[in-house]
Nanobody, 121 residues
Framework: VQLQASGGGLVQAGGSLRLSCAAS????????MGWFRQAPGKEREFVAG????????YYEDSVEGRFTISRDNTKNMVYLQMNSLKPEDTAVYYC???????????????WGQGTQVTVSS
């Protein structure tokens, strides 16, 4: 499975961005999908995840209520809608695919290349 993330950019605090991740080369609906992020000098961390059948979503505490993960299995796409952005959300955001939606990044099988999100204060 190949993953291509897009949609990052520079936004002011309080603004919104929508990240997209296009999947190809596999059966998209077989996989749970997730978003991770890595800020400068920090480890990569789980942000949000969604089960293969869309009925379960998970969020990191600091983004709960501000970010929404969704997927469209007919288009092989997963999205991360990010609202009320804060400077601390600045990071490279990665999409990932795996058999299960878990916070442990070592359990995810496929990774996209990352897209930069910068939130100015």
């Amino acid at each position: 499975v190949q993953l291509q993330a897009s949609g990052g950019g520079l936004v002011q605090a309080g603004g919104s961005l929508r990240l997209s991740c296009a999947a190809s080369g596999g059966t998209f609906a077989d996989y749970g999908m997730g978003w991770f992020r890595q800020a400068p000098g920090k480890e990569r961390e789980f942000v949000a995840g969604i089960s293969w059948n869309v009925d379960i979503t998970y969020y990191e505490d600091s983004v709960e209520g501000r970010f929404t993960i969704s997927r469209d299995n007919t288009k092989n796409m997963v999205y991360l809608q990010m609202n009320s952005l804060k400077p601390e959300d600045t990071a490279v955001y990665y999409c990932a695919a795996g058999s299960n939606v878990v916070r442990d990044q070592t359990k995810w099988t496929y990774w996209g290349q990352g897209t930069q999100v910068t939130v100015s204060s």
